[in-house]
């Protein structure tokens, strides 16, 4: 399903999650984010060429498929790692999370130096995973991602940006 037709596009351009590098002199480096939450996902997936689908639901995959950085050369992690994963819940459909849904899908958690994405195997969460072509692909990069657990709180967001209700980035735009 083509979630595009179902948004109201907000009029503000989406961005992605941005990630700041510091490097210190010597061996210190920080991460920093910035914030980045369901709303922003939202935004960007209504603003986006590509297709989402919003599924509230258990995402299941292989952790120990999950990139570790490398104890001897921490910049060695690898950029991109795609895990196969299957996602069961409620698709967003119409005014609701109501069509239920059990498909599989393509895990990529992206890799920044020694920071990497994180989702656990198992838990509930509210994803918005791009369809590109056949796969449905939740990402998940060095400063949150696609997948949000599923609380009440993330689905009022989603709902409400959903149905044109106030749908308020993390980060204002």
Request: glycine share 10%.
């Amino acid at each position: 399903m083509d979630l595009r037709a179902c948004f109201r596009p907000a009029g503000i351009g989406a961005a992605l999650t941005t990630c700041i590098l510091t490097v210190a002199t010597g061996p210190a480096l920080a991460l920093s984010c910035l914030p980045w939450g369901p709303a922003d996902a939202y935004l960007h997936a209504a603003n986006s060429d590509s297709v989402y689908n919003v599924i509230a639901g258990e995402l299941r995959f292989d952790e120990s498929l999950l990139p570790k950085p490398h104890s001897g050369n921490l910049n060695d992690t690898p950029p991109l790692t795609r895990i196969p994963a299957q996602l069961s819940g409620k698709m967003l459909d119409g005014k609701y999370f109501s069509t239920r849904v059990s498909v599989p899908a393509v895990v990529e958690v992206e890799c920044l130096g020694p920071w990497c994405g994180g989702l656990k195997s198992g838990a509930d969460y509210v994803v918005f995973a791009e369809q590109r072509g056949q796969e449905l692909v939740v990402r998940a990069n060095t400063c949150g991602g696609f997948a949000f657990d599923d609380t009440s709180n993330v689905r009022r967001q989603v709902l409400d940006c959903h149905h044109g209700k106030a749908c308020e980035p993390a980060m204002p735009r």
